[in-house]
């Protein structure tokens, strides 16, 4: 018979390694981010003592600091995107409508969405019913997936965004006219670091499925080349009992 208390002790070595480098890695960001925003403030300040000048040496010397400056937004972003998908585990929920939550973050995508080309079109459900979610962190998900739709139709587009109720769940359709995936794309897409894009940190989707997941969620795609991608996402409603239970527990 397999040593079980053997195969206990590994898992738990190996998630507490696990646990130590992700710890690490989170520091490691942390520990970044500031020296880096302490460059960027004082690259900002030599722009701005140098910008007057027309010396052809300061001409040159701002030509170069662009280069500087445009990498600290790159290694900015890099970090932002990562420490984000270090936290999208970890949950503050409340009962909402996904209605609202959809429509608030339409109502502050709108100037953007009009800067682009892209015809936002809503199509909500009246009788959702509510379901728990992490604000902070849906606004995330509709973020990244939104951005994702808007670079994929740089010519603008159509983007619809829809909501159901399905069994014990609701569900919520982001669906665009953009450039599509290819299969290779459509099988990579939610790895770690993968990405098509020159400036990608390619932490996007795979930080969206942690936070749907987190949420006992699921997320589906559909992509075709050159016609556009849908994903499905669903959120769990909680069951009579589960809310009957949590009233007895109340
Ligand atoms: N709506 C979409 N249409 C076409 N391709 C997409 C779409 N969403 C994602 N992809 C593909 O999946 C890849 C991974 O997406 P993800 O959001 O994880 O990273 P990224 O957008 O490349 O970089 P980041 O989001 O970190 O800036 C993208 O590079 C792109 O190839
Ligand atoms: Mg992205």
Redesign the pocket.
């Known amino acids: 018979m397999p040593d079980k208390s053997h195969e206990a002790t590994e898992r738990e070595r190996f998630e507490k390694q696990y646990h130590e480098i992700a710890v690490l890695a989170g520091g490691l960001a942390h520990e970044i981010r500031n020296p880096l925003s302490t460059i960027h403030m004082n690259l900002e300040l030599l722009f701005e003592e140098l910008e007057e000048s027309v010396d052809p040496i300061a001409q040159r010397v701002l030509r170069k600091m662009k280069t500087i400056q445009d990498q600290c937004e790159n290694l900015e972003?890099?970090l932002e995107?990562f420490l984000q998908f270090a936290r999208a585990g970890e949950l503050h929920l409340e009962e909402v409508n996904l209605v609202d939550v959809v429509s608030e973050f339409l109502e502050f995508y709108k100037p953007k969405a009009q800067e682009h080309n892209i015809d936002v079109r809503p199509h909500f459900s009246s009788d959702l019913p509510t379901v728990r979610l992490d604000l902070r962190l849906i606004k995330q998900v509709l973020t990244?997936?939104v951005?994702?739709?808007q670079?994929?139709m740089p010519e603008g587009g159509l983007l619809e965004l829809q909501t159901s109720h399905r069994n014990d769940s609701v569900v919520l359709e982001i669906i665009?006219t953009?450039?599509?995936?290819s299969p290779q794309?459509l099988e990579?897409?939610?790895q770690v670091f993968?990405?098509?894009?020159p400036?990608?940190?390619?932490?996007?989707?795979?930080?969206?499925r942690k936070i749907v997941e987190a949420h006992h969620g699921t997320i589906q795609?559909e992509?075709e080349l050159n016609r556009?991608?849908k994903?499905t996402l669903t959120f769990p409603v909680r069951l009579e009992e589960e809310l009957a239970g949590q009233e007895v527990k109340d």
Do not use: E, H, W, Y
């Open positions: 972003d890099i995107a990244n997936l951005q994702n739709a670079q994929a665009d953009g450039c599509g995936m794309a990579k897409m939610f993968f990405s098509t894009k400036n990608g940190s390619g932490l996007g989707l795979p930080t969206v795609c992509s556009g991608t994903f």
